[in-house]
């Protein structure tokens, strides 16, 4: 991916205190090739692009999560255009973070690690695809704060930036003082006025990353008991937390739960949003756990349980080829 970013909105090297070509240099360009029978395939395609970050001495690239999961086939391309297979190596469903392993020399440095706290909001940082200069762009950290996405999905604080990079998925997003505060993760809107919208990009801390990484590279997972899993996608409505869709062969298709379902209680415990949703559920237990949910339908309440599950039981395992 090269000239992505218009020249007058790069970062002026100059007007850093970093080397950025050495920096854009960990920075690689993620291709991969998912089955189309995969759980995931339907929602998120079976060719998928995006960027790596290169963060260990022999080629271990760190991204997110969506881009590779379920791959059977990766390939890691450098700035000077050397390609390399890679394997997936893990996938981590609390943070969204995945590491995938080159399988040859990329002959990259490695992009030192830094922290979120050390950029703080209204700070310049820079994010970058694969690609080199021209995939660069300057932004700036507008907010930190927590974020809920619809998959069942939780960030207590994710990072903010705008302008929003047009190649989000796995870029480097890189602080002031040139190392890696986190990585692309979504395009978001943000309000700018009661009837206008900003493009920004969420941003996953690489504070996440450090407590899981030993278990991540050792073991393909973090040593964590896995959360309960509903295959409930939900979103926020003014009139409280709705069910938007169903994962096909989910816990909650498989307890009759209907798109447009008002999800009122947990456990007999009402629902505020989206986050306590999922925070309620969650503190139930581990994936298996029975979770006894109140629903509205057409003005009816209705009781169930779903008996909840492991997501990555329903997930393709990475094979090394």
Same mark, same amino acid.
């Given at each position: ?41 339907? @929602? ?5 692009? !995006?960027?790596?970050? *290169? +963060? $260990?001495?022999? %080629?271990?690239?760190?991204? #997110? &999560? ?95 930036? @705008? ?5 989000? !998925?796995?870029?480097? *997003? +890189? $602080?002031?003082? %040139?190392?890696?505060?986190? #990585? &692309? ?102 994936? !298996? ?12 309440? #209705? &009781? ?18």
């Amino acid at each position: 991916m090269s000239a992505l970013i218009p020249p007058a909105i790069r970062p002026d090297p100059a007007r850093l205190s970093f080397d950025l070509d050495r920096r854009l240099e960990s920075v690689v360009s993620i291709r991969a090739q998912i089955p189309e029978d995969a759980f995931t395939a339907p @929602m998120l395609g079976t060719q998928r692009q !995006g960027s790596g970050v *290169v +963060i $260990g001495e022999r %080629g271990l690239v760190l991204t #997110i &999560g969506y881009l590779v999961n379920e791959a059977d086939q990766v390939w890691l391309t450098t700035t000077s255009g050397r390609v390399v297979q890679g394997h997936p190596l893990a996938y981590d469903f609390v943070t969204g973070f995945a590491l995938v392993q080159a399988m040859g020399d990329l002959d990259c440095p490695v992009m030192p690690r830094g922290s979120a706290d050390d950029a703080g909001v209204g700070s310049e940082i820079v994010i970058a695809a694969g690609g080199g200069i021209g995939s660069a762009l300057r932004s700036r950290l507008i907010g930190k704060r927590e974020f809920a996405g619809y998959w069942e999905y939780l960030l207590d604080e994710a990072l903010f930036a @705008m302008p929003a990079h047009p190649h989000w !998925g796995g870029t480097a *997003v +890189i $602080g002031p003082d %040139g190392r890696l505060i986190g #990585i &692309g993760s979504l395009l978001v809107q943000v309000g700018r006025d009661e009837k206008h919208t900003d493009d920004s990009n969420m941003v996953v801390p690489v504070d996440l990353l450090e407590p899981i990484l030993d278990d991540l590279v050792r073991h393909g997972a973090a040593d964590r008991p896995p959360r309960p899993w509903l295959g409930v996608y939900a979103a926020e409505t003014h009139g409280g937390v709705v069910v938007a869709n169903l994962a096909d062969g989910g816990p909650g298709e498989a307890a009759g739960l209907e798109q447009g379902d008002l999800l009122v209680e947990v456990n007999e415990v009402p629902i505020g949003d989206l986050a306590d949703f999922y925070r309620q559920v969650w503190s139930l237990g581990e994936a !298996g756990v029975e979770v006894p949910l109140t629903l509205l339908r057409e003005n009816k309440s #209705i &009781g169930t349980v779903i008996q909840s599950a492991d997501r990555a039981a329903f997930m393709r395992r990475p094979r090394l080829h």
